[in-house]
C-alpha cells in the first residue's frame, strides 16, 4: 500500500522533533579520529557496526578517504529521511513508502531500503552508527515504483558512481504432501535449488530484449530490472549485487547472472556473499557458483544500521483504523539485519575507492575490490567465497593483479570476459577531466590526479599501460607477466618489475630497480624517481629508438641517474642533461666542482651498440660529451664560453656576477666519495659483475675537486629571471642602504640646530623644540622614509626615533652659542628580507650671529654608529642568513644665511643654507655561509643646498592664541648621486659595487604646523615635516602637549 499525505505530513513533523532530540549531542561532537593512527577511529559509533573492522575501514579513513565527493545510488524500498542522511540523500521515487497489514490488521514499515543505505553512506557524528562511506552522498530510487516518475533512469543518468541492489528473486522452498515447509536441520527452510544452465539460459533467452532495453530510457515493466542494471553498467556505474540468502548449495539467480550474455559489463558487476564474523559464509548465505570470478565477500550477519518504526501519536495501536485516523508518525530507529542484503559494505567501500582513485573507471575499482580482497577457503577464486573477503586496507594501495583469461580458473570463466590485456590507468593531471562524455564525467581535483603511487606486489598475466599527465609511482615488487606501456606523463619504479618496458608519445620512466627489458619508441626513460639517484637495472635489453629520449640528473660525489642492462642498442634518440638543483650548498665551505667531471651513465654486460643522435644539456653555462668506452657510456662536463654576466641586465647584476665568475679557482681537498654503483642482490650475478667494472670499482674512492658553491649553484641557472633572483640577494645592497640611509637622516641634526636659534631669538612663534628660560631644551624625534626601488636597486623602507637635547646662551648682543646631543635609533627594511637596526649618539655644536634682520646659522655634528645587519639568502635551493656588525660614523658641516622680514599679519624669512656630509664604516665582516661579505673601510660624501621661505603668522581670539608656521624649500643636491658600496666575497679577493637607490637631484621640502595655547599654561601642537623627491620621501609628525603648573 502506499503511505498517504495525511502520514506523510506528520511523519515529517514528527522526524523533524525527533531527530533533534536523537543527534541532541551532534553540535558538541568532535572528530577523535586522526590521520595516521587507525585505532583512533575506532569509536563507539564505528564499533557498533562490527562490519567496519572487519573490512578494515580504519585504515582508508586514516588517510582520509571518506568517501567525499562521491555519490552512491540505491535501488529498493524507499529510503526514510533519517537524521543519518540529513543533507545527504536524494529520492527519485514518487515521494510514497511501503507498508503492509498483518491479520490482525496491525500495520508495519517498509525500512529494508532505509538499513541498506545507513549501511553504505549513514553519517559519522557521534550518534547511532555510520556507514562505510560516511562522507558520500546517496541517491535512492524504489525498486517498485508505479508511479509517472521514472527514479530508475534518473539514476543511470545521475552522478551515482555506484549503485547499490540488496534484491532478488526467491526460488520455490519445498514443501512436504501436506503442503507444510520442509525445514533443513540448521533451522534453514528447504529452497529448491538453482541449475546452472538453467540460470544462464533465462538470461540468454531474453538477451535481445535486454539489449534493447539497455539502449533507451529503461520502462518499469517486463524486463525493465535486468535492463536497468545492464544500462547503468554501459554507463559507467559499478553494480553491486546481493547474492541472495537461499542456502550455501544454492546459487545466484538470473539477474546476478548477466555477465554470461553481455561479458563485456563484468567488470562492472559485483556479487556479494555473507560473511558471518568468523569468515565463514553465513549458513542462509548462497554461495559463489558461476559468478565466482566476479563476486566477494562482505560481513553480513546481524549488521546494525538505520530503521524506521510506525507508532502512534496517542499510544494506541498502529493499524489501519489509526491511520486511517491519522493519528500515526514514523519514527527513525536502529536495528540489526542479517543477509546478502548488507551488501552495501562492499558499496561503500567502492565509494571510498573512488575517492582514493578519482582518476579510475567503476571497472578499475571493481578490480581493486577483488584483486585485494583476503582469500578465504581455497586458494584463489572458489565457488564459495570468490576473491574472498573485501580488504580495505590493502585496497587503499592499489590492484594487486592485473587480470586476464589466463587468471580465472576455467570452471569459473565467464566466455568473452577478461579479454583486456592492459590495465590501462589514466593520471589526468590536476583539474582535468576523466570519464568525458558520460554521466560519471568528472573533474579530478584532488592531488593523485596528478601524483599517486600503488604499493602493492602486483602479479597477474595483464600488463600496465599509463596515460595521463601525472605521475604514477609503482613501489612493490611487481611480477605481472604483461607488457608495461608508458604513453603519456611519467611511470616511476621504486619497485621492480618482471614486464618489459616501452616508452613512446610523451611518456616517461623514472626509476631505480629493476625491470625486465626496456624500449623507448619516442618517449623519455629517466633515471630518477623523485627520491634521489640510482640505476634502472635492465636484465635484458635496453633499446632507444630515433625520437626517444634518455633524461640523466647529475649531480656531486659521482651520483647520477643510469641504466645498466644486458646490451644496449641505441639507435639515436637524444640524451637530456640536467644538474641537481636540490643540493643545498651555502652551508658548505666548498662544494665538488661540477665542470671537468665524467660520469658513467650507461653499463652494459655485452656491449653497446649505436649512438645517441645528440647530448642536450639546457643550460647556457654547461655543455657536455658523450663518450662511448667499450660496455659503457659516459658523459664529461666542461663549462661554455658564455658568462654568468651574459644573463644580467643591470650593473648591481652584472658586478655581482662578474665576481661570481671569479669564484671558479680549484683546489684539491683530502674527502674522498664513496661512488658506490652497486646491483641489488637479487638480480645476476654478470650484470651486477658488468655495472662493477664500468664504475672501475664498487665503492671506488675518487678524489674530489673543490668549487665554490655560489659558482656551482650559477652553473645550474636557465634563464635571465634565475640568475636576477640569485645576484640580488647576494649583492649585500642593504649595506649601501644603511649608509644612503644615514647621510640622507643627518638633515634632522641640522635642522634641529637651525630650528632652535631661530626660536631663541624669537624669529619662530611656535616649536617642537620644548625649551626653558635657561637655554636647555628637548626634542622627541619620530620619521619615517621609504625609497623607491628602480630596476638596478630593491627599495626599503626606515623608520628613526629618538631624542635630542642641547643648551645654548646668548654670545655678546647678537649671537648664540649652544651644543647639543642625544640618541637615536634606526630600522631599515630592505627587498628580500634584509634588515638593519642602527644605534646612533650624536654630538654637536652650533650658533649664529645675527646682523639685523639678517641671520647667520652655522654648525657641525658628529655622529657614531653602531650598526647590526642581518639579510637572507634564498634562491632555488639555496638559503643561507647573513649577519654583521660593525660600526660606523658620520660627520656634517652646515650654514644657513636668513632674512627676517615680518609684519603684523605674517612673519617671512626666505633663506638658503649648504650643508656638508661625510659617512665612513669601519669594515664589514658577514656571519654566516658561503655568501657572507666582507668589506674594507670605505667612504662616502654628499653636499647640498637649500632654498626656501619659512612663513609663520598668529592670531588671538576670546579664548586661545593659534600659531601657524610652515616651509617650503627646494632642495638640490651636487655631485654624484649614487650611494654604493664595495663588497666581497670572503673566499674572494675581487671586490664588486653596489649601488643603493639613487638619491634624486631635486626635491622638495615642506613643514607644516598648528600651535593652539588653551591659556599661558597649556599648549596642544602638531606638525609635520616632509622632504620629498622621485626616489626618496622621510616624513616626520610630531604632537604635543605642554601643561606648565
Known amino acids: 500500500m502506499i503511505l498517504n499525505k495525511k502520514l506523510k505530513l506528520a511523519y515529517c513533523v514528527f522526524l523533524g522533533c525527533y531527530g533533534l532530540s536523537l543527534h541532541s549531542s551532534l553540535a558538541a561532537y568532535r572528530e577523535p579520529g586522526q590521520l595516521g593512527s587507525p585505532d583512533s577511529w575506532k569509536n563507539a559509533e564505528f564499533n557498533r557496526q562490527w562490519g567496519l573492522e572487519a573490512i578494515s575501514a580504519e585504515f582508508a579513513y586514516a588517510r582520509a578517504y571518506t568517501g567525499k565527493g562521491v555519490t552512491i545510488g540505491v535501488i529498493d524500498d524507499a529510503i526514510l529521511s533519517h537524521p543519518e542522511f540529513a543533507g545527504k540523500l536524494t529520492r527519485l521515487d514518487n515521494g510514497s513508502y511501503n507498508f503492509s497489514y498483518d491479520k490482525q490488521d496491525n500495520m508495519s514499515f517498509g525500512t529494508h531500503g532505509t538499513h541498506v543505505a545507513g549501511i553504505a553512506a549513514a553519517k559519522r557524528d557521534g550518534s547511532g552508527m555510520h556507514g562505510v562511506a560516511y562522507d558520500a552522498d546517496i541517491i535512492g530510487t524504489k525498486l517498485n515504483d508505479y508511479g509517472n516518475r521514472n527514479g530508475r533512469e534518473e539514476l543511470i543518468q545521475s552522478a551515482a558512481r555506484v549503485i547499490n541492489n540488496s534484491w532478488g528473486i ?18 534453514r527452510p528447504d529452497y529448491v535449488a538453482w541449475v546452472k544452465t538453467d540460470v544462464i539460459n533465462e538470461v540468454m533467452r531474453n538477451k535481445s530484449n535486454l539489449e534493447w532495453g539497455s539502449e533507451q530510457p529503461v520502462p518499469t515493466g517486463g524486463h525493465s530490472a535486468m535492463a536497468t542494471l545492464l544500462r547503468a553498467a554501459k554507463h559507467g556505474k559499478l553494480i553491486v549485487f546481493s547474492a541472495g540468502n537461499y542456502n550455501n548449495y544454492n546459487i545466484p539467480e538470473a539477474q546476478k547472472s548477466l555477465p554470461y550474455a553481455f561479458p563485456e559489463v563484468l567488470n562492472n558487476y559485483l556479487i556479494v556473499t555473507n560473511l558471518s564474523n568468523n569468515d565463514k559464509l553465513s549458513v542462509s548465505s548462497t554461495s559463489c557458483g558461476h559468478t565466482a570470478s566476479f563476486l566477494a565477500c562482505q560481513p553480513g550477519s546481524s549488521i546494525y544500521s538505520s530503521v524506521g518504526e510506525l507508532v502512534s501519536n496517542t499510544g494506541g495501536a498502529v493499524n489501519r483504523e489509526a491511520y486511517n485516523k491519522g493519528e500515526l508518525t514514523v519514527k527513525p530507529d536502529y536495528g540489526n539485519m542479517s543477509g546478502t542484503s548488507m551488501a552495501p559494505d562492499v558499496t561503500g567501500f567502492a565509494a571510498v575507492l573512488m575517492q582514493r582513485f578519482p582518476y579510475m573507471s567503476a571497472a578499475q575499482i571493481s578490480a581493486v575490490i577483488k584483486t585485494t580482497a583476503t582469500d578465504l577457503g581455497e586458494v584463489g577464486i572458489d565457488h564459495l567465497f570468490g576473491w574472498g573477503r573485501v580488504n580495505l586496507r590493502d585496497a587503499i594501495n592499489g590492484p594487486k593483479m592485473f587480470i586476464t583469461q589466463e587468471d580465472i580458473p576455467q570452471e569459473f570463466y565467464v566466455p568473452g ?36 603511487s600503488w604499493s602493492n606486489d602486483i602479479r597477474g598475466h595483464g600488463g600496465l599501460t599509463k596515460t595521463g ?41 623514472a626509476g631505480d630497480r629493476t625491470v625486465g627489458a626496456f624500449r623507448a619508441v619516442r618517449g623519455c626513460e629517466h633515471g630518477d624517481a623523485g627520491n634521489g639517484y640510482g640505476t634502472l637495472h635492465v636484465l635484458l635489453d635496453a633499446v632507444f629508438d630515433r625520437g626517444s629520449q634518455y633524461n640523466v640528473e647529475l649531480a656531486d660525489k659521482g651520483r647520477s641517474d643510469k641504466l645498466a642492462a644486458r646490451r644496449a642498442f641505441l639507435n639515436g634518440g637524444s640524451m637530456n642533461v640536467s644538474l641537481d638543483r636540490s643540493q643545498k650548498l651555502m652551508s658548505q665551505n666548498e662544494a665538488e666542482l661540477l665542470v671537468g667531471n665524467n660520469y658513467t651513465i650507461l653499463t652494459t654486460l655485452d656491449g653497446v651498440t649505436g649512438r645517441f643522435d645528440n647530448a642536450n644539456p639546457s643550460y647556457p653555462f654547461v655543455k657536455v660529451a658523450l663518450d662511448y668506452r667499450g660496455n659503457d657510456t659516459g658523459l664529461g662536463i666542461t663549462k661554455t664560453d658564455a658568462t654568468f654576466d651574459s644573463l644580467a641586465s643591470t650593473e648591481n647584476d652584472k658586478e655581482v656576477a662578474r665576481a661570481v665568475e671569479t669564484l671558479n679557482a680549484t683546489e684539491p681537498v683530502t674527502e674522498t666519495a664513496k661512488r658506490s654503483v652497486s646491483i641489488p642482490a637479487s638480480e645476476e650475478a654478470n650484470l651486477q659483475q658488468s655495472d662493477a667494472g664500468a664504475a672501475q670499482a664498487v665503492n671506488e674512492e675518487a678524489s674530489i675537486v673543490a668549487g665554490h658553491p655560489i659558482y656551482e649553484s650559477f652553473l645550474g641557472f636557465t634563464t635571465a629571471r634565475e640568475l636576477q633572483q640569485a645576484t640580488r640577494q647576494l ?4 649595506h649601501a642602504d644603511m649608509a644612503s640611509a644615514q647621510i640622507n637622516e643627518s638633515r634632522y641634526l641640522r635642522d634641529t640646530a637651525t630650528e632652535r636659534l631661530r626660536q631663541a631669538d624669537g624669529r619662530r612663534t611656535a616649536s617642537d623644540i620644548k625649551a626653558d628660560d635657561n637655554g636647555a631644551w628637548a626634542k622627541l624625534l619620530g620619521n619615517w622614509g621609504h625609497a623607491s626601488g628602480n630596476d638596478n636597486a630593491t627599495g626599503y623602507q626606515t623608520s628613526t626615533y629618538g631624542v635630542l637635547l642641547g643648551l645654548d646662551s646668548e654670545l655678546f648682543d647678537d649671537g648664540r652659542l649652544g651644543v647639543m646631543t642625544g640618541y637615536t635609533r634606526t630600522s631599515l627594511v630592505g627587498g628580500l628580507q634584509s634588515v638593519v637596526h642602527s644605534d646612533t649618539t650624536h654630538l654637536g655644536l652650533y650658533g649664529d650671529k645675527r646682523f639685523g634682520a639678517l641671520a647667520l646659522p652655522a654648525g657641525g655634528t658628529y655622529t657614531w654608529h653602531r650598526i647590526d645587519t642581518s639579510r637572507s639568502v634564498n634562491y632555488g635551493a639555496q638559503a643561507d642568513r647573513e649577519k654583521a656588525r660593525y660600526n660606523a660614523r658620520t660627520g656634517q658641516l652646515f650654514i644657513e644665511s636668513g632674512y627676517d622680514w615680518s609684519n603684523d599679519v605674517v612673519n617671512l624669512e626666505p633663506f638658503a643654507n649648504l650643508a656638508y656630509t661625510h659617512y665612513r664604516n669601519e669594515g664589514i665582516n658577514e656571519q654566516g655561509g658561503a655568501a657572507a661579505l666582507r668589506g674594507d673601510k670605505q667612504s662616502q660624501s654628499a653636499t647640498a643646498s637649500t632654498l626656501g621661505l619659512r612663513a609663520d603668522t598668529q592670531w588671538q581670539t576670546d579664548s586661545v592664541a593659534i ?22 666575497f670572503k673566499r674572494s679577493d675581487v671586490a664588486f659595487d653596489v649601488n643603493s637607490v639613487p638619491v634624486s637631484r631635486d626635491g622638495a621640502i615642506l613643514k607644516a604646523g598648528v600651535d593652539v595655547s588653551i591659556n599661558k599654561n597649556v599648549v596642544l601642537s602638531l606638525g609635520y615635516g616632509g622632504q620629498l623627491s622621485s626616489n626618496h620621501q622621510d616624513n616626520s609628525v610630531n604632537a604635543g602637549l605642554t601643561w606648565r603648573f
Open 170 to 187: 526467491r526460488p520455490d522452498i519445498r514443501r512436504d504432501a501436506k503442503g507444510d515447509i520442509i525445514w533443513l536441520p540448521n533451522g
Open 417 to 452: 570476459s577478461y579479454s583486456e590485456k592492459q590495465f590501462v590507468v589514466n593520471i589526468p593531471g590536476l583539474g582535468n577531466i576523466v570519464e568525458a562524455g558520460t554521466p560519471v564525467e568528472r573533474r579530478c581535483t584532488s592531488g593523485e590526479c596528478d601524483f599517486d
Open 469 to 509: 599527465a601525472g605521475t604514477l609511482a609503482v613501489l612493490g615488487n611487481n611480477t605481472y607477466s604483461g607488457d608495461t606501456w608508458v604513453k603519456q606523463g611519467v611511470l616511476a619504479y621504486n619497485g621492480s618489475v618482471a614486464s618489459n618496458v616501452y616508452i613512446e608519445n610523451s611518456g616517461t620512466v
Open 731 to 734: 649583492s649585500g645592497q642593504i
Open 963 to 984: 600659531a601657524l608656521p610652515g616651509e617650503l624649500g627646494w632642495q638640490h643636491q651636487y655631485g654624484k648621486l649614487e650611494r654604493k658600496t664595495q663588497l666581497m
